[in-house]
C-alpha cells in the first residue's frame, strides 16, 4: 500500500478561492488501487510554504509527495517537468514578500527535473478524457518556488515528487473569456495523477516536447 501526499496551495492574490485546495479537500477520501491519500493545504508565502510540506512530509512519511497549485489561462492539468531557482515574484505572496531574482536555495543547483513520471501521468489522464499536457514552466512565483524546495529537501531521500498545475475554477472566470475546469474533473485528474504514479515506478518514453 503506496501513501501519496497531496498539497494544495491557498488562495492568493487577493482571490477568495484556490481550486488546488478545493480540490485537494475532495481528495481526502478518494480510493486508489493499491494505495492511500493524504492531504495538506499550503499557504502561499515564500519559505513557509516549503516548511509546511517538509512537516508535512515527516508526518506522514509519503511515498510519493504532488504539489498542486492554480495556473490562470491553462486549459489543462499540467504536470510540471522543472522547477528552477529562483524566486523572481511579479505580486507579492500572501505575507508580502516580493524578491526579485534570489535563489530560492543559496548555492542550490540551477534546477531540479520532477521525479514523478510526467509522461505516463500525461497519458492516463488523456486516456480518460481529462485535458493534461506536460508543462516546461512552472513559473518564478511561490508554485515554482516550493517545487524547488522540496525537491531540494528530497534530494537524498527515496520520495517521489512533483508539481502539478490546474485551470481555474468556472466561477474564477467572471470575465468569460479565460479557460476553465469543473472541480469533480480537477479532483478525478489529481487522482489519475496519483493513480498513475504509483502505477509507473518508471516513466515511459512518449513525446511531450514543444517547439516555440
Ligand atoms: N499558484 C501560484 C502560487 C499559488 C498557486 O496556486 C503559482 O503558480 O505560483
Avoid: W
Avoid at 480510493?31 to 509546511?52: F, H, K, Q, S
Avoid at 500525461?122 to 522540496?150: D, K, M, W
Wanted: proline share 7%; net charge negative; glycine share 8%.
Amino acid at each position: 500500500m503506496k501513501k501519496v501526499l497531496i498539497t494544495g496551495f491557498e488562495p492568493f492574490g487577493g482571490a477568495a478561492i484556490n481550486p488546488a485546495l478545493e480540490a485537494v479537500k475532495k481528495l481526502q477520501n478518494a480510493t486508489l488501487n493499491g494505495g492511500e491519500i493524504v492531504i495538506c493545504d499550503v499557504p502561499v508565502t515564500r519559505y513557509e510554504a516549503v516548511d509546511t510540506v517538509i512537516a508535512a512530509i515527516e508526518k506522514y512519511q509519503p511515498d510519493y509527495v504532488i504539489t498542486v497549485g492554480q495556473a490562470g489561462g491553462r486549459a489543462a492539468i499540467t504536470p510540471e517537468r522543472v522547477a528552477i531557482n529562483v524566486d523572481d515574484f511579479r505580486i507579492p505572496d500572501n505575507a508580502g514578500n516580493q524578491p526579485i531574482d534570489e535563489p530560492v536555495v543559496v548555492d542550490g543547483p540551477d534546477a531540479y527535473f520532477t521525479t514523478l513520471p510526467i509522461k505516463a501521468i500525461t497519458r492516463t489522464l488523456q486516456e480518460n478524457g481529462i485535458p493534461c499536457q506536460v508543462s516546461n514552466t512552472a513559473g518564478t512565483f511561490v508554485c515554482n518556488h516550493l517545487f524547488y524546495g522540496v525537491q531540494h529537501y528530497l534530494r537524498d531521500k527515496e520520495i517521489g515528487h512533483g508539481f502539478v498545475h490546474i485551470p481555474l475554477l468556472p466561477e474564477q472566470d467572471t470575465l468569460g473569456n479565460q479557460a476553465t475546469m469543473s472541480l469533480d474533473v480537477i479532483a478525478e485528474g489529481l487522482r489519475l495523477v496519483a493513480q498513475a504514479t504509483i502505477d509507473n515506478p518508471h516513466d515511459v518514453a512518449i513525446g511531450a516536447g514543444q517547439i516555440c
